[in-house]
């Protein structure tokens, strides 16, 4: 037969998985956030060149009794803030254990992740309701809505995901494929969180400060 | 017992998972006797195409999907060539009527949409994704499925720009769609709108492809093949893919508000509400000039491997031939607002951007330079790739000088819209672009398709699309100057621009021979060409140690490399990898830097989920512009067609797919143990 000698490299004990560095789908993910952290900037860039067109930012409300209260409300945002921020720890939670092959912690902490992001969501729901200006109304409104309806859309997709491994660790093995899925969809969620803090700053805080 | 070994087994995955050095002291060398027919036996029937529409529709092979890719930006090239002929018949004479104004606006829109969106970006990735798997020495790219996706991403978007088109709905504002005349005051209908749409979604595509090139560069190569040993070819490729990342994402938001502005009734381009149209030219824009080089650098990779094959010697300046490769994408990003001189920038601003767009000449120079001096100490084969290279330093060089001429603002605002930009930008990107391709091809296609080209017929290609090239646009240089602006569908005879545009019409009608000189040699190579071999021009790269065609899986063994020149460098005794399973799609992941072992990764086979996404992405994107009610639909389809995706287990459609090929059980290996002994050297033979 066509057996040869040759020298070799044996890769067959090595194992499937590694986590992080090691892993295409960690760096595929990390693709991706390059481009939506991207999209952002640009976002940000938008917001600030129209504000150049404007005296008052935003500008003042031409129908309300009190003209000059055009600033959007703090209240739903930043309570959605300390949220996204304490979503963190689950999702923490449900990293270390994926990492560990803990998969009772995973299961319960993913749960959570959930909660946390459908709560989001609907904190964010009144973040729109608290701008005073509707997309149509003017250059403000539109980026404003823009801005939060893309980090919204991230949002959605983020907790979509979480709710696939869910499904997953509760309903089949946990097994290292999976596991290392956890940890990247950790890494997305991480950034969800902390794109949003200078965005919620830009769309907060730059009105207030004039 | 059997629990508890399942138990160790998870530790020891658990344990290796975190430790990568653990895992890297799992490699085992030594002499091993293999089976070459058996292992090639197997592994082409776990890599089978299959037969029949499905299982065309669930290909995820790389070297399938990268065909589609060009095969269709090809068939994108001749409808956009066939439009330009239209252009060129029209301005043939003065006061001609083959086509009307509203026709003549569509036919340049479409043209330069085509061209830029649906051929050149695409058919360069097209060529990535054929060529980097082969080259870095792997089997298939990161993430099959993505690609696939992609792909048909990529076609939907394109079918919707002329399903428009052949509808009369073909969009009338040039390939990049200025407001105000592009927004809802003055371009009332669905014409902008289909625009818009396609942008967004053919660029979901080219960002696919960007994260698939990186990541399979990145994790995927040979072992051995270090960054400093990566093919020119593949780091240009990585640095576009770069690029795309960085850009792409602005004229998907540029697109975005765009289309809000249409369909929604946004103010982002409105002055009347706090917009501002040049909001649009700087996004625009931003993706808009490192778009040129996505297209160009790619062609840079072409010329550099060409160079080498035929001046039969090392390259010259590898290190800064790969610099100069990044400082021109870095450069890339500070030229867009070049193409806004004409609008009220500060003065500072323009003196920054004329500086940069003249820096950009120097790694451009830097690498002609060192293709010439490859050249110059090199053994040369006048071969037709290499014509179309030496093709492509003429026609660059002069493209590059009348860039720096229009770098600099004065002249910019004399001659701006006119054809003397019409002829620079066709010189940079037809010489930069489709010279290196055509030589590509000509190069690479023994390898895709087992045959070689007519060298003969091959001439006779180059030369007339040489000729004819520089009689189309050369020429247009001095109509330009004359005063004659671009996107009109006629002049008076006064206006003395006849003879020039009769002889630029007389060009297209050359070029148009030679590219149809190339088509008749691709078909008659197809059935008669002489059968090419392995690798005919005696070139360095992995792809040519692979079969022409290469096998579904490209390497039987994985090779591992020794140099910069994979085969040129090769040693007799160089180690192959084994241990890979044959009955799966397996290959080996290696570490980002000096490319050694790092893991096993499977691939996944055939899947169905990639058209079913790629579908969902099309409800939104072409209904939304009748309401936006269809992105709530395409948001529900794509979240059915990710759970999918997600549930549908990878290695069981292969298991699958294995069973209808081929009833017999599959030779597996025991799941990894620490205690296993080596494979015994029996196994195989």
Redesign the interface.
């Given at each position: 037969?066509?057996?040869?000698?040759?020298?070799?490299?044996?890769?067959?004990?090595?194992?499937?998985?590694?986590?992080d560095?090691?892993?295409?789908?960690w760096?595929?993910n990390w693709?991706?956030l390059?481009?939506?952290t991207?999209?952002f900037g640009?976002?940000v860039a938008?917001y600030f060149?129209?504000r150049q067109?404007?005296q008052l930012w935003p500008?003042p409300l031409s129908t309300s009794p009190q003209p000059f209260d055009s600033l959007p409300d703090l209240t739903a945002a930043t309570a959605n803030v300390v949220l996204l921020l304490l979503s963190c720890l689950p999702m923490i939670w449900a990293d270390l254990s994926a990492?560990?092959?803990n998969q009772r912690g995973a299961q319960i902490a993913l749960v959570l992740c959930l909660a946390f992001g459908v709560a989001s969501m609907v904190l964010r729901a009144y973040e729109f309701r608290a701008v005073k200006f509707r997309?149509?109304?003017?250059?403000?409104?539109?980026?404003v809505?823009?801005t939060l309806g893309l980090h919204a859309a991230h949002l959605?997709t983020t907790t979509?995901e979480a709710f696939?491994l869910t499904t997953?660790a509760w309903l089949r093995e946990f097994d290292?494929k999976h596991?290392?899925d956890i940890t990247v969809v950790a890494v997305y969620w991480y950034w969800v969180v902390i794109v949003w803090l200078p965005l919620y700053a830009m769309l907060y805080f730059v009105p207030r400060l004039g | 017992m059997a629990e508890q070994t399942q138990e160790q087994r998870?530790?020891l995955?658990?344990a290796?998972?975190?430790n990568?050095e653990l895992?890297k002291q799992?490699?085992?060398?030594?002499?091993?006797?293999?089976?070459?027919?058996?292992d090639r036996r197997e592994l082409a029937r776990t890599w089978a195409k299959g037969r029949g529409l499905y299982a065309w529709l669930t290909n995820t092979e790389h070297k399938v999907i990268a065909t589609r890719y060009i095969v269709t930006s090809f068939i994108f090239f001749l409808l956009g060539g066939i439009e330009a002929a239209v252009m060129r018949l029209q301005l043939a004479r003065p006061e001609s009527r083959v086509v009307g104004p509203d026709l003549y606006n569509q036919i340049f829109t479409v043209h330069g949409t085509t061209m830029m969106f649906l051929f050149a970006v695409p058919i360069m990735e097209g060529m990535a994704l054929y060529l980097v798997p082969l080259m870095i020495g792997t089997r298939n790219v990161?993430?099959p499925r993505?690609n696939a996706y992609g792909y048909f991403t990529f076609l939907f978007g394109g079918l919707f720009l002329y399903g428009g088109f052949l509808l009369n709905v073909g969009p009338d504002t040039g390939w990049f769609s200025y407001v105000p005349l592009a927004g809802p005051a003055y371009s009332p209908g669905k014409r902008v709108d289909i625009w818009a749409q396609m942008i967004t979604f053919t660029e979901i595509a080219a960002?696919v492809g960007?994260?698939e090139i990186?990541?399979t560069v990145?994790?995927?190569r040979a072992?051995g093949m270090s960054l400093n040993r990566i093919p020119l070819f593949v780091w240009a490729q990585t640095i576009t893919a770069f690029m795309i990342?960085?850009a792409?994402?602005?004229v998907?938001?540029a697109s975005s508000?765009l289309a809000?502005d249409r369909l929604?009734?946004?103010?982002?381009f409105?002055?009347a509400?706090?917009?501002?149209a040049l909001?649009y030219q700087?996004?625009f824009w931003?993706f808009g000039h490192p778009e040129v080089y996505i297209i160009f650098i790619p062609a840079l990779g072409f010329v550099s491997s060409i160079v080498v094959a035929f001046a039969r010697r090392k390259i010259f300046g590898y290190t800064p031939l790969v610099l100069s490769l990044i400082a021109t994408a870095f450069l890339g990003f500070g030229l867009w607002v070049h193409h806004m001189f004409a609008t009220p920038l500060p003065q500072l601003g323009q003196s920054f951007f004329t500086g940069a767009s003249m820096m950009i000449a120097i790694p451009s120079g830097i690498q002609i330079f060192c293709w010439l001096a490859t050249l110059w100490g090199g053994k040369i084969r006048l071969k037709t790739p290499l014509l179309f290279v030496i093709g492509f330093i003429v026609i660059f060089v002069l493209g590059g000088l009348t860039g720096v001429m229009l770098a600099s603002v004065p002249l910019d605002l004399q001659v701006h819209d006119t054809y003397f930009v019409v002829a620079h930008f066709h010189y940079v990107l037809i010489g930069g672009a489709v010279f290196p391709l055509f030589g590509a091809f000509y190069y690479w296609l023994p390898k895709m398709t087992g045959r070689m080209l007519s060298e003969r017929a091959g001439r006779w290609n180059f030369w007339l699309m040489f000729i004819g090239f520089n009689l189309v646009f050369f020429p247009m240089h001095q109509l330009g100057l004359k005063g004659m602006t671009r996107r009109i569908y006629t002049y008076l005879p006064e206006t003395g621009w006849g003879s020039l545009n009769l002889v630029a019409s007389a060009g297209a009608l050359i070029m148009t021979a030679g590219v149809a000189v190339f088509i008749l040699n691709f078909l008659w190579a197809r059935r008669r060409g002489e059968v090419a071999g392995d690798n005919p021009w005696h070139a360095e790269g992995l792809e040519w140690s692979t079969a022409s065609p290469p096998a579904d899986y490209n390497f039987v063994?994985l090779p591992?490399v020794q140099g910069r020149y994979a085969l040129w460098e090769a040693q007799p005794?160089?180690?192959?990898?084994?241990?890979?399973k044959t009955d799966c799609r397996e290959v080996?992941?290696t570490?980002?830097l000096d490319a050694e072992?790092?893991?096993?990764?499977?691939l996944p086979g055939p899947s169905i989920w990639p058209l079913m996404l790629a579908i969902a992405t099309a409800v939104p994107f072409s209904f939304g512009i009748f309401t936006p009610k269809a992105f709530a639909v395409g948001?529900v389809l794509a979240?059915a067609a990710?759970?999918g995706w997600?549930w549908s287990n990878p290695d069981s459609e292969n298991a699958e797919m294995r069973r209808t090929v081929a009833p017999e059980p599959p030779r597996t290996?025991a799941p990894?143990d620490a205690a296993?002994p080596?494979?015994p050297v029996e196994e195989?033979?």
């Amino acid at each position: 037969m066509s057996a040869v000698r040759r020298n070799v490299i044996d890769v067959s004990e090595m194992p499937h998985h590694t986590f992080d560095v090691g892993e295409p789908v960690w760096w595929g993910n990390w693709g991706l956030l390059a481009i939506e952290t991207t999209m952002f900037g640009i976002v940000v860039a938008t917001y600030f060149y129209l504000r150049q067109n404007y005296q008052l930012w935003p500008p003042p409300l031409s129908t309300s009794p009190q003209p000059f209260d055009s600033l959007p409300d703090l209240t739903a945002a930043t309570a959605n803030v300390v949220l996204l921020l304490l979503s963190c720890l689950p999702m923490i939670w449900a990293d270390l254990s994926a990492r560990r092959g803990n998969q009772r912690g995973a299961q319960i902490a993913l749960v959570l992740c959930l909660a946390f992001g459908v709560a989001s969501m609907v904190l964010r729901a009144y973040e729109f309701r608290a701008v005073k200006f509707r997309w149509d109304a003017n250059a403000y409104g539109s980026i404003v809505w823009f801005t939060l309806g893309l980090h919204a859309a991230h949002l959605l997709t983020t907790t979509l995901e979480a709710f696939l491994l869910t499904t997953w660790a509760w309903l089949r093995e946990f097994d290292m494929k999976h596991r290392v899925d956890i940890t990247v969809v950790a890494v997305y969620w991480y950034w969800v969180v902390i794109v949003w803090l200078p965005l919620y700053a830009m769309l907060y805080f730059v009105p207030r400060l004039g | 017992m059997a629990e508890q070994t399942q138990e160790q087994r998870k530790e020891l995955e658990t344990a290796l998972a975190r430790n990568p050095e653990l895992a890297k002291q799992r490699v085992q060398t030594g002499v091993r006797e293999l089976d070459e027919a058996a292992d090639r036996r197997e592994l082409a029937r776990t890599w089978a195409k299959g037969r029949g529409l499905y299982a065309w529709l669930t290909n995820t092979e790389h070297k399938v999907i990268a065909t589609r890719y060009i095969v269709t930006s090809f068939i994108f090239f001749l409808l956009g060539g066939i439009e330009a002929a239209v252009m060129r018949l029209q301005l043939a004479r003065p006061e001609s009527r083959v086509v009307g104004p509203d026709l003549y606006n569509q036919i340049f829109t479409v043209h330069g949409t085509t061209m830029m969106f649906l051929f050149a970006v695409p058919i360069m990735e097209g060529m990535a994704l054929y060529l980097v798997p082969l080259m870095i020495g792997t089997r298939n790219v990161a993430f099959p499925r993505m690609n696939a996706y992609g792909y048909f991403t990529f076609l939907f978007g394109g079918l919707f720009l002329y399903g428009g088109f052949l509808l009369n709905v073909g969009p009338d504002t040039g390939w990049f769609s200025y407001v105000p005349l592009a927004g809802p005051a003055y371009s009332p209908g669905k014409r902008v709108d289909i625009w818009a749409q396609m942008i967004t979604f053919t660029e979901i595509a080219a960002l696919v492809g960007a994260v698939e090139i990186i990541v399979t560069v990145f994790k995927q190569r040979a072992v051995g093949m270090s960054l400093n040993r990566i093919p020119l070819f593949v780091w240009a490729q990585t640095i576009t893919a770069f690029m795309i990342i960085f850009a792409m994402p602005a004229v998907m938001l540029a697109s975005s508000f765009l289309a809000s502005d249409r369909l929604i009734d946004t103010h982002f381009f409105n002055p009347a509400e706090g917009g501002d149209a040049l909001l649009y030219q700087h996004v625009f824009w931003f993706f808009g000039h490192p778009e040129v080089y996505i297209i160009f650098i790619p062609a840079l990779g072409f010329v550099s491997s060409i160079v080498v094959a035929f001046a039969r010697r090392k390259i010259f300046g590898y290190t800064p031939l790969v610099l100069s490769l990044i400082a021109t994408a870095f450069l890339g990003f500070g030229l867009w607002v070049h193409h806004m001189f004409a609008t009220p920038l500060p003065q500072l601003g323009q003196s920054f951007f004329t500086g940069a767009s003249m820096m950009i000449a120097i790694p451009s120079g830097i690498q002609i330079f060192c293709w010439l001096a490859t050249l110059w100490g090199g053994k040369i084969r006048l071969k037709t790739p290499l014509l179309f290279v030496i093709g492509f330093i003429v026609i660059f060089v002069l493209g590059g000088l009348t860039g720096v001429m229009l770098a600099s603002v004065p002249l910019d605002l004399q001659v701006h819209d006119t054809y003397f930009v019409v002829a620079h930008f066709h010189y940079v990107l037809i010489g930069g672009a489709v010279f290196p391709l055509f030589g590509a091809f000509y190069y690479w296609l023994p390898k895709m398709t087992g045959r070689m080209l007519s060298e003969r017929a091959g001439r006779w290609n180059f030369w007339l699309m040489f000729i004819g090239f520089n009689l189309v646009f050369f020429p247009m240089h001095q109509l330009g100057l004359k005063g004659m602006t671009r996107r009109i569908y006629t002049y008076l005879p006064e206006t003395g621009w006849g003879s020039l545009n009769l002889v630029a019409s007389a060009g297209a009608l050359i070029m148009t021979a030679g590219v149809a000189v190339f088509i008749l040699n691709f078909l008659w190579a197809r059935r008669r060409g002489e059968v090419a071999g392995d690798n005919p021009w005696h070139a360095e790269g992995l792809e040519w140690s692979t079969a022409s065609p290469p096998a579904d899986y490209n390497f039987v063994y994985l090779p591992t490399v020794q140099g910069r020149y994979a085969l040129w460098e090769a040693q007799p005794d160089a180690p192959v990898v084994v241990g890979l399973k044959t009955d799966c799609r397996e290959v080996l992941v290696t570490s980002v830097l000096d490319a050694e072992p790092g893991h096993i990764y499977q691939l996944p086979g055939p899947s169905i989920w990639p058209l079913m996404l790629a579908i969902a992405t099309a409800v939104p994107f072409s209904f939304g512009i009748f309401t936006p009610k269809a992105f709530a639909v395409g948001a529900v389809l794509a979240f059915a067609a990710f759970f999918g995706w997600f549930w549908s287990n990878p290695d069981s459609e292969n298991a699958e797919m294995r069973r209808t090929v081929a009833p017999e059980p599959p030779r597996t290996s025991a799941p990894a143990d620490a205690a296993r002994p080596p494979r015994p050297v029996e196994e195989g033979a």
